[in-house]
């Protein structure tokens, strides 16, 4: 388990002035900033595409966490990594070849996600662990930021520390959806270290970024 990691979904920023909100945590302590693209399609929301990416770039030299729940998803590769995502995440339900789809990842030089809904087990990880830099347990069905945390994700992420423990490998165990001080402090105890929070990084306003952000990776 690495140093705990805030990721601040930008979903709950003001997507008014996206350039702004993204200084605004980067400058508050995130250490990675992570972008929810959804296409209408594998969610039932829309939010951004690569030339949005490519706008926020500028305004952040953070690792930029970028998280696709589209299908197909393969089409849309190389344009993210273009547009300056540092690790692509992507779900094994958004299509039949989601191998070929890391080491697409992989080939364009960037850092592969694989992504787990809460009904998709711990399991489908492991013919994948070679290919993958980050495993993501989402703690919510993904469409919308402010859901309630499903408390099954911590068994996930109890089997999964274990699975990228005794591969000794280097991989990212990262926990999306519904995270607040109290589920933050159960996710990083269940072996979580890269936390996503929209809703709790977010609210208040810019003059609070800091001080959530602070909460998260000092919860225990
Ligand atoms: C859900 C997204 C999450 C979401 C988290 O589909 O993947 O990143 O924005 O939002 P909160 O932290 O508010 O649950
Ligand atoms: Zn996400």
Do not use: C
């Amino acid at each position: 388990q690495q140093p705990v990691r805030i990721a601040p979904s930008i979903l709950s920023a003001d997507f008014a002035k996206l350039g702004e909100e993204v200084r605004a945590i980067d400058a508050a302590g995130a250490d990675y900033v992570h972008v929810d693209v959804m296409d209408g399609h594998f969610v039932p929301n829309i939010t951004i595409g690569p030339s949005v990416v490519e706008a926020l770039r500028a305004h952040s030299t953070k690792v930029f966490d970028v998280h696709l729940m589209i299908s197909p998803v393969d089409p849309y590769i190389e344009a993210f990594a273009k547009a300056g995502a540092d690790i692509i995440t992507v779900h094994p339900e958004a299509g039949p070849h989601v191998h070929r789809t890391l080491q697409l990842i992989r080939s364009l030089g960037k850092k592969a996600g694989l992504s787990l809904n809460p009904g998709t087990p711990a399991a489908a990880v492991e013919p994948l662990l070679d290919l993958v830099d980050l495993v993501l347990v989402m703690s919510v069905n993904p469409g919308f930021g402010g859901q309630k945390f499903i408390p099954g994700a911590l068994d996930k992420l109890r089997t999964l520390r274990a699975l990228i423990d005794d591969s000794g490998r280097t991989i990212d165990l990262q926990v999306d959806g519904g995270i607040n001080r109290e589920t933050a402090a159960q996710a990083i105890a269940a072996g979580a270290d890269v936390l996503v929070a929209g809703t709790a990084t977010f609210q208040g306003g810019p003059e609070a970024y800091a001080g959530n952000i602070a909460a998260l990776r000092g919860a225990v």
